[in-house]
């Protein structure tokens, strides 16, 4: 199995341009994630999803849209990039049945943004 | 809101001395504990996890951490470190969501370790 996987690694976006950010999980669990980590912070949950076509925001979700058409793929949309965007992106895949998972986490998207 | 915190941000030790690590949450309900390694330019990994029964728990590469409910605490330790464990810790609670249909992970804000060879 490949776990969780992202595309891309790096990406250097500028002000107001959009771009999606990719992840795909072969484990075939329920729940995906997705997080944002800057020094110093923390990971902070920006959406997550139960399951195919059902999503719900985190913490910080503004500025971001998801969706979630298949149990394997949970893309990341940035519609009008800022720089308080310029963070790591890590997704996340859990069983998430009634018993309680440890979630696996992708290698991250570093993104900045000028 | 749940909560974490790791109130040492930067700890810097010699290789074969011990650690600790602290770790705290506010919670209270019923908890699931976790702590996640960050190697230099890599992903989480789980390092161990505590859900119920023995409150010392064992994870990889020696690591340990006991769950002391009367504290809320779930601390890290290792009786001697090796420069291979230079990395950021990150101790994580698991909390029921305000919509009730999935658990989510708080994070505290990690704890960078460097062990001098």
């Known amino acids: 199995n490949a776990g969780v996987t992202q595309t891309p690694k790096f990406r250097i976006l500028k002000i107001g341009q959009s771009m999606t950010l990719q992840c795909t999980q072969d484990m075939n669990h329920n729940y995906m994630y997705w997080y944002r980590q800057d020094p110093g912070m923390g990971l902070k949950l920006i959406y997550y999803s139960v399951g195919a076509g059902i999503t719900d925001k985190g913490e910080v979700p503004n500025g971001y849209n998801v969706s979630r058409s298949t149990t394997e793929d949970f893309p990341l949309r940035l519609e009008l990039a800022a720089p308080s965007q310029t963070s790591v992106y890590f997704c996340?895949?859990?069983?998430?049945?009634?018993?309680?998972?440890?979630?696996?986490f992708g290698p991250g998207t570093r993104l900045t943004v000028t | 809101a749940q909560s974490v915190s790791q109130h040492n941000h930067h700890v810097i030790l010699s290789e074969a001395a011990s650690l600790e690590l602290g770790c705290n949450y506010s919670?209270?309900?019923?908890?699931?504990l976790f702590w996640y390694v960050q190697y230099p330019g890599q992903h989480l990994q789980l390092l161990l996890k505590?859900?119920?029964?023995?409150?010392l728990v064992k994870g990889i590469k020696g690591f340990e951490a006991e769950f002391i409910k009367s504290k809320f605490s779930f601390n890290l330790r290792k009786p001697s470190v090796q420069w291979s464990d230079t990395a950021e810790y990150f101790c994580?609670?698991?909390?029921?969501?305000?919509?009730?249909?999935?658990?989510?992970?708080?994070f505290g804000s990690g704890t960078q370790l460097t062990v001098l060879p």
């Open positions: 919670y209270g309900g019923t908890v699931n």
């Open positions: 996340a895949s859990s069983y998430g049945g009634q018993g309680v998972r440890e979630q696996y």
């Open positions: 994580a609670v698991n909390a029921l969501l305000s919509s009730g249909s999935a658990r989510q992970l708080t």
């Open positions: 505590y859900f119920s029964g023995d409150p």
